[in-house]
């Protein structure tokens, strides 16, 4: 027996069926224009950019919800023999594997009402970290550092930690590790690195983005910490990148060793 047929016996007409598929492809076509139009808005108001941006998620949940509304609204009204041959194929549904599907329905419903990050942010979800670009009622897409699109669960929330850089801001710290040698000059050093940040194009600094200039002192050599923000979160690596290509140029002008191998990977945030 096919599932039009199956349908069928149970009392839905050729014509409701119509309707639904026609919802259902109305609903998908408006979500995807929303979509767009927000995104494309987006572009021209950076300074808003994450909180339009979150908009994408919420109207699509809409814009869902009502269609389920039309669709099942009226198949609701079924006799008893009807509904439960309803609730045999929901059950069965479920013993084949939707549990996990339903988990992550409702991590999706959680994720739009308590917005532990949103579209546009840069987490970290179970180890893996990117931007947020996409929400929906099943998984979270983030676009990795190496351009990478990860579809992560939303019922991993529940399970696993997160952690947002930017917390809806457009702002978001960058942490700039170098390495200079023990016998080097850590002071000048950490001068340059902080030189380096201020006069980066990508640099944001306020009283409330404050920037600062640890150093670490290891066995063999020593860690400088450049912390700062950036206006842009986009430009985390743009920044990262531009401080340590012009310290370590003022490194060798001015004869500061560094160690001869990579120390340790640089930090997010």
């Known amino acids: ?6 349908l069928v016996d149970l009392g839905i007409a050729q014509e409701t069926l119509t309707r639904i598929v026609g919802v259902l492809v109305a609903a998908y076509l408006t979500a995807r224009v929303v979509g767009y139009v927000l995104t494309a808005v987006v572009e021209h108001i950076p300074r808003r950019r994450i909180s339009i ?3 994408v998620p919420i109207t699509r949940v809409l814009i869902y919800g009502t269609a389920a509304y ?12 009807q509904l439960l041959a309803v609730s045999g194929l929901f059950g069965a549904a479920l013993g084949f594997g939707l549990k996990d599907l339903f988990a992550a329905i409702i991590g999706g419903l959680v ?31 983030l676009r990795t550092p190496d351009d ?9 929330m529940f399970t696993a930690n997160v952690s947002n850089a930017n ?89 500061i060793e560094i160690p001869e191998a990579p120390v340790r990977a640089p930090e997010h945030r």
């Open 1 to 6: 027996m096919t599932a039009l047929q199956a």
């Open 53 to 55: 941006k979150i908009l």
């Open 70 to 81: 039309l669709v099942f609204g009226p198949l609701l009204q079924l006799s008893a023999a």
């Open 111 to 141: 994720l739009v009402t308590e917005r532990p990050y949103q579209v546009g942010d840069k987490v970290t979800i179970d180890g893996d970290y990117g931007e947020v670009t996409d929400i929906d009622l099943r998984a979270t897409t």
């Open 148 to 156: 990478s699109a990860v579809s992560v669960p939303n019922a991993t």
């Open 167 to 255: 917390d809806g801001q457009p702002e978001m710290m960058v942490v700039v590790e170098l390495a200079v040698t023990a016998s080097a000059d850590v002071d000048r050093a950490s001068t340059i690195v902080k030189e380096a940040m201020v006069t980066s194009k990508y640099v944001y600094v306020d009283d409330d983005h404050p920037f600062a200039v640890l150093v670490e002192d290891e066995s063999y050599y020593r860690t400088i910490r450049g912390k700062a923000y950036v206006a842009d979160l986009r430009d985390e690596f743009a920044f990262a990148s531009d401080v340590t290509e012009r310290s370590m140029a003022a490194f060798a002008s001015e004869g």
